[in-house]
C-alpha cells in the first residue's frame, strides 16, 4: 500500500469521524459511492484527484487537509521520497510538498504533466487562491472564459471558487508549482 494512500485514507476517517458522518452521509455530500469511500478508508483504493476533491468539497475542508502528514518543527522535503497523486496512466504527476491541514491555510504542490495532457478542475471552496508559478514548458489556465498562457519564469494568481482547466500546450514536460492558499 502506498504511503500516500494510508496518509489518505487516515485523514478522510479522522475528519468523517469529528464530523459525525456516516459513509452513508459522506456519500450524499461528496457524490462518491459508499463503497468507494469503504476501500479508500481502508486504503485499499488509490482515489484519483477528481476523488479526493469531492471528497474534500463534501467535508467542506482544504484538499490538502486530506494529505496532510504529521509534521514537526523542520521538515525538509525531497521529491525522490514523496509519492504523487496521479491521474489517466501518470500523464500527470501531483506532488504534495507541504501540505496543509484544517489550521494550516495554504499547501504547495509540485505538478509534472505529459506534453499534450489537459484536466479541468472542480472549483474549490469559495475564497481559495492560487499562486502558480510555472519551471518547464508551457501552461495555458482556462478560467471562466479567460484563458492565460504561462511559459517558464511566469506566475498567475486567481480564485480558484470558480472551475478551471490546464492543459499542456508544449512538446515538452509542463512542470509548475501551485500554492493553494485557503480561507
Known amino acids: 500500500m502506498d504511503k500516500i494512500n494510508i496518509i489518505v485514507s487516515q485523514n ?3 475528519i468523517r469521524q469529528e464530523k459525525n458522518l456516516s459513509l452513508d452521509d459522506l ?7 459508499k463503497s468507494m469511500l469503504a476501500q479508500i478508508e481502508k486504503g485499499s483504493a488509490n482515489p484519483s484527484l477528481s476523488t479526493l476533491w469531492k471528497i474534500a468539497n463534501g467535508l ?5 487537509s486530506l ?41 504547495t504542490y509540485y505538478i509534472q504533466v505529459h506534453p499534450g495532457y489537459s484536466w479541468t478542475s472542480d472549483k474549490h471552496m469559495h475564497g481559495t487562491i492560487e499562486f502558480i508559478t510555472v519551471f518547464n514548458g508551457e501552461l495555458e489556465l482556462i478560467i471562466g ?11 498567475i494568481r486567481f480564485k480558484a471558487d470558480t472551475q478551471h ?17 485557503n480561507p
Open 12 to 14: 478522510i476517517k479522522r
Open 27 to 33: 456519500s450524499k455530500i461528496s457524490n462518491v459511492s
Open 60 to 64: 467542506m475542508v482544504p484538499f490538502n
Open 67 to 107: 494529505v496532510s502528514q504529521p509534521r514537526s518543527p523542520y521538515e525538509i522535503v525531497r521529491l525522490s521520497e514523496i509519492d504523487p497523486i496521479t491521474e489517466d496512466n501518470e500523464n500527470l504527476k501531483n506532488f504534495v510538498i507541504f501540505p496543509g491541514n484544517e489550521k494550516q491555510r495554504f499547501s
Open 145 to 155: 472564459k479567460n484563458s492565460f498562457n504561462l511559459k517558464n519564469g511566469e506566475s
Open 165 to 181: 482547466s490546464y492543459h499542456n500546450v508544449s512538446d515538452e514536460t509542463l512542470i509548475f508549482h501551485n500554492i493553494l492558499f
